[in-house]
């Protein structure tokens, strides 16, 4: 009796990386991104559930954050996308000197946005113990500045990779443009959260 025929298929010159919705990386960001969203709207939600049941937004004598360090911070957030941007398109390019060059500059963004962030909370005219309305608008600004930790820490890494004989590969590159793709996702969460914190009150 003859031995069943086996088909053989040689998948060696298959692809070991992908881009876009193609990759398991980058359906695990988009998975995460709506977990966190869902955070960022529930802490929305207790935002105006608080205002609700208070008379004077912010109470008084508290006055409104200062809105320098606040605006300041968005413009800085908003230019960042340019980098941002290039360096996801250079990446899914496999165009390691642009990454190379950009990513420390989008590092370096990063941490001037932080020292910003500082100064912001020394802006807010209230401490998360004085009253409800502290407490939402500190937690507001917690929550949000943890993401810019978490993707800036990232970014370091993905910089330092780079310049090593492990950065140059595809799978690099992936992280590279799925790291890009989360920053949108920061800078996109802080708009609504500027107008809860800097606006609504004046409102």
Do not use: C
């Not at 695990?28 to 969203?37: A, D, P, R, S, Y």
């Not at 190379?100 to 590092?107: F, N």
């Amino acid at each position: 009796m003859s031995a069943p025929h086996r088909f053989v298929r040689d998948v060696s010159a298959l692809p070991t990386h992908a881009f876009g919705n193609r990759s398991l990386t980058w359906w695990g960001v988009i998975l995460f991104m709506l977990m966190e969203g869902a955070g960022f709207a529930l802490a929305g939600g207790a935002y105006f559930i608080l205002k609700s049941h208070q008379g004077d937004w912010p109470p008084s004598p508290i006055l409104p954050p200062d809105l320098l360090a606040g605006t300041l911070f968005t413009l800085v957030m908003l230019a960042s996308e340019i980098p941002n941007t290039i360096v996801k398109k250079k990446a899914e390019a496999e165009e390691i000197a642009p990454v190379r060059l950009l990513l420390p500059i989008i590092a370096a963004i990063g941490g001037l946005l932080l020292v910003i962030r500082a100064f912001e909370f020394g802006s807010l005219n209230v401490l998360w113990t004085d009253n409800p309305y502290g407490s939402i608008v500190w937690a507001l600004l917690v929550l949000h500045t943890t993401h810019i930790v978490t993707d800036w820490v990232d970014t370091l890494v993905l910089t330092a990779l780079m310049f090593t004989r492990h950065g140059p590969t595809g799978k690099r590159f992936v992280d590279v443009s799925e790291n890009s793709l989360y920053w949108r996702f920061v800078w996109l969460t802080w708009l609504p959260i500027y107008l809860l914190i800097y606006w609504v009150p004046r409102w």
